[in-house]
């Protein structure tokens, strides 16, 4: 897991070939301004998610894990906090392949971090992570999906 702010992303490019590509659609799109929707950047290998999410309590966020892909999630209209736990310490679950996820609901989270907008999160296969934590009612976010 990576924790830091959207002036630094590009220090991240050297961790996989897309994040350049990441990095570049930072610069030149507002993600405030997206609508709510999917945009493919490279195909199924590179695309974003931009959407409303409803903020939850530390109990009612549900533990994830993903084997094909990193998330990158900017929190934009609020801060977002994530629960997180390693991967190695997280018990065998169901692996759903065709959305790539693995959900662990009643799991508390080793810790937690909170992203303020114009900082993110880079969730990588290894890292069990718990999202959408937040006082408000409701998240707009970003979620890259890159392939791993």
Do not use: R
């Not at 195909?43 to 990193?70: C, Q, R, S, W, Y």
């Not at 065709?98 to 890292?127: E, H, R």
């Amino acid at each position: 897991m990576v924790v830091d702010t959207l002036d630094n992303l590009e220090f991240y490019k050297g961790l996989n070939p897309l994040f350049e590509d990441v990095v570049e659609f930072v610069k030149t799109h507002d993600l405030n301004k997206l609508e709510a929707g999917k945009y493919q950047i490279k195909g199924d290998d590179l695309f974003v998610n931009i959407t409303t999410a409803k903020g939850k309590t530390p109990d009612e966020a549900v533990l994830e894990t993903h084997k094909k892909m990193i998330d990158i999630q900017i929190p934009l209209s609020c801060a977002e906090t994530y629960g997180y736990t390693p991967l190695c310490n997280l018990p065998d679950a169901e692996y759903n392949a065709d959305k790539d996820i693995t959900k662990m609901p009643g799991l508390a989270a080793d810790s937690y971090v909170t992203c303020q907008p114009g900082m993110f999160a880079i969730f990588f296969p290894q890292d069990g992570h718990a999202p959408c934590i937040s006082a408000e009612a409701e998240i707009n976010k970003a979620i890259f999906k890159i392939l791993a």
